[in-house]
C-alpha cells in the first residue's frame, strides 16, 4: 500500500479556491489516486479519482504530476458546505484495505 | 449514487448485549468492508469481504464479527456489547472498473452506538 501524507487542516473564505496537495512517493504502477470528502457523523464520499495528468469533474479538479509521486486537489470557490475532511488514498483495486489516514480537515469561513 | 443502506442509524444498548449492525447493498458488489471511527478520529478498518463465504479482519482489533452468506448483506454482529464499543460504525462496498484496476468505495450513513 503506498503511504500518503497530506497536511493535517486548511483554512479557507468563502469563494477562493482550496488546494490540497497529497504526497504518495512509492506508488506502485498500476495504482490509482482517489480522494474522498466526510462531513461529520457521515460516511466519506467520492469526490474524485485519476491515474495521471488532470481529471476535472463538476466538483473538482485533480491535477498528477508526471512522476505521479504526489497529487493535488483543487477545489474551486469554496463555500461553507466545502468544510468536512478530504482523504487522499493510493492503491489498486487488488488492495484489500485502503488506509484513509487522518486527512486533511478544511474549514470554510465567511 | 450508490445504494448502501445501514440500520439502525443510532442504537443505545446496555452492557451485555448481543447486537447486530446491518449492512446492505444493491449494487451487487463483491467487496465489503466495516470501519469503526470515533468523532474526529480516523476511520479504521474493522472487517471486509471478498465475496460471499469470505471475511476478514481488518487492521483494527475488534470484538465483532461478521458474515457474508449474500452478495448483497454483510453484518456484523456484537455479542457482548459494552461501553467501549461506543462508536460510530460504518459499512461501505467497491466496484472495480471492468478491465482496470480502478477501485471507488462507496458508504452507508452509518450506526452510532452507545453503549451504556
Known amino acids: ?110 | 449514487e450508490a445504494d448502501i443502506y445501514q440500520t439502525p442509524r443510532y442504537l443505545v444498548i446496555g452492557t451485555g448485549k448481543k447486537i447486530t449492525l446491518e449492512c446492505s447493498q444493491t449494487m451487487g458488489h463483491d467487496k465489503m468492508y466495516w470501519y469503526q471511527q470515533d468523532p474526529g478520529m480516523e476511520l479504521h478498518l474493522i472487517h471486509y469481504s471478498y465475496g460471499v463465504n469470505s471475511t476478514e479482519k481488518g487492521d483494527l482489533s475488534s470484538e465483532s464479527t461478521v458474515s457474508r452468506i449474500r452478495t448483497e448483506h454483510f453484518p456484523l454482529t456484537l455479542e457482548s456489547a459494552r461501553p467501549s464499543h461506543t462508536s460510530q460504525y460504518l459499512c461501505a462496498s467497491s466496484d472495480r472498473l471492468q478491465g482496470t484496476t480502478r477501485e471507488t468505495q462507496y458508504f452507508g450513513p452509518g450506526t452510532r452506538l452507545l453503549v451504556l
Open chain 1, 1 to 110: 500500500l503506498a503511504k500518503t501524507t497530506q497536511p493535517i487542516s486548511m483554512d479557507s473564505y468563502e469563494g477562493q479556491e482550496v488546494n490540497i496537495t497529497c504526497s504518495h512517493n512509492n506508488i506502485a504502477t498500476n495504482d490509482y489516486i482517489t480522494w474522498y470528502q466526510q462531513f461529520p457523523s457521515q460516511g466519506p464520499r467520492f469526490i474524485i479519482q485519476g491515474y495521471k495528468t488532470k481529471v476535472t469533474n463538476e466538483v473538482a479538479s485533480l491535477f498528477i504530476p508526471a512522476d505521479r509521486k504526489s497529487s493535488t486537489l483543487s477545489l474551486p470557490r469554496v463555500s461553507l458546505s466545502d468544510t468536512a475532511v478530504y482523504y487522499c488514498l493510493v492503491g489498486a483495486g487488488n488492495d484489500y484495505k485502503l488506509s484513509f489516514g487522518a486527512g486533511t480537515t478544511v474549514t470554510v469561513r465567511a
